[in-house]
């Protein structure tokens, strides 16, 4: 069982930068594919951006192009995001996810079905 803790949310205006952090607990981190999500109010579940287990492969939403960032410190067992020019739609609890499966990212990435464990979730709020 992996234990997923994010950390990082808060207010923020748009076009600021907020970095979320994803503590995983467990001795076998590198091995999985780790993915963001985010969720509004009566919403679906949105894909964010998914990073391979070694770092080598990344998959990113359209919606975040070239705005945020996905990275991960296997040595501390943490996996980033990185949010700049944050936009109101950007609003959202945002969740990390752990799939076990070790492999390349893909589209395949944007199902949350894909993904093994989930964290509590850390809000994000971005005002006007």
């Known amino acids: 069982q992996v234990q997923l803790v994010e950390s990082g949310g808060g207010l923020v205006q748009a076009g600021g930068s907020l970095r979320l952090s994803c503590a995983a607990s467990?001795?076998?981190?590198?091995?999985?594919?780790m993915g963001w999500f985010r969720q509004a109010p009566g919403k679906e579940r949105e894909f964010i951006a998914a990073?391979?287990?070694?770092?080598?492969?990344?998959y990113y939403a359209d919606s975040v192009k070239g705005r945020f960032t996905i990275s991960r410190d296997n040595a501390k067992n943490t996996v980033y995001l990185q949010m700049n020019n944050v936009k109101p739609e950007d609003t959202a609890v945002y969740y990390c996810?752990?799939?076990?499966?070790?492999?390349?990212?893909?589209?395949?990435?944007?199902?949350?079905?894909?993904?093994?464990?989930w964290g509590q979730g850390t809000q994000v709020t971005v005002s006007s």
């Open positions: 996810a752990a799939d076990r499966t070790w492999g390349r990212v893909g589209l395949h990435s944007a199902d949350p079905e894909q993904y093994d464990y």
């Open positions: 467990g001795r076998t981190f590198s091995s999985y594919a």
């Open positions: 990073i391979r287990g070694s770092g080598g492969s990344i």
